[in-house]
């Protein structure tokens, strides 16, 4: 195939930005058609079930997802109604809030689809240390030409803000 007869490589480009965008919606529907959670709800059940005691304080749960304490509150607002966390005082210290993994909670997680991030992260450590750099340098190179460089994000693969339910249509 001639240049002249090929996607444009600016086509190319927006075509695998719109791949990524239609896989994490694709996961999106497919994580809330098994077990009703979004990725970022996933992801606080995934950091819980991690520790060894299947509890994290909100403030924990928002350094590691990359979030703010206020985005955590209301996730696990959404995950207590769900009865897949409870809350409860700590025994020694009753200022401080624990969050703890149900049975519920642990058999959503065990139920839910692959994390799509998961999936990324497999693939990314299995890159040489170089092609990780490069990627990385790619990936914010295009966030600044869509002059997203100043968005937060963490690193939760979803397409709506992390601590809000998005409207169904």
């Known amino acids: 195939m001639t240049r002249d007869s090929a996607i444009p490589r600016s086509d190319a480009a927006l075509i695998a930005l719109r791949r990524i ?64 966390t409870q809350r409860q005082r700590s025994s020694t210290d009753r200022r401080q809030l624990h969050v703890i993994l149900t049975d519920s909670g642990a058999t959503a997680l065990a139920e839910a689809p692959d994390a799509l991030q998961q999936h990324f992260v497999t693939g990314f450590h299995a890159l040489q240390d170089w092609e990780q750099a490069m990627l990385v340098a790619a990936l914010e190179r295009v966030a600044a030409m869509l002059n997203a460089q100043g968005i937060d994000a963490s690193p939760v693969l979803t397409l709506g803000e992390i601590g809000r339910p998005r409207p169904r249509p």
């Open 21 to 84: 965008l239609r896989a994490t919606e694709q996961y999106e529907r497919d994580l809330a058609q098994a077990v009703g959670l979004t990725p970022a709800k996933l992801r606080v059940l995934q950091i819980l079930a991690a520790r060894d005691d299947r509890t994290a304080t909100p403030t924990l749960l928002a350094a590691q997802m990359g979030v703010s304490q206020a985005t955590v509150t209301a996730l696990v607002d959404q995950l207590d109604k769900l009865g897949l």
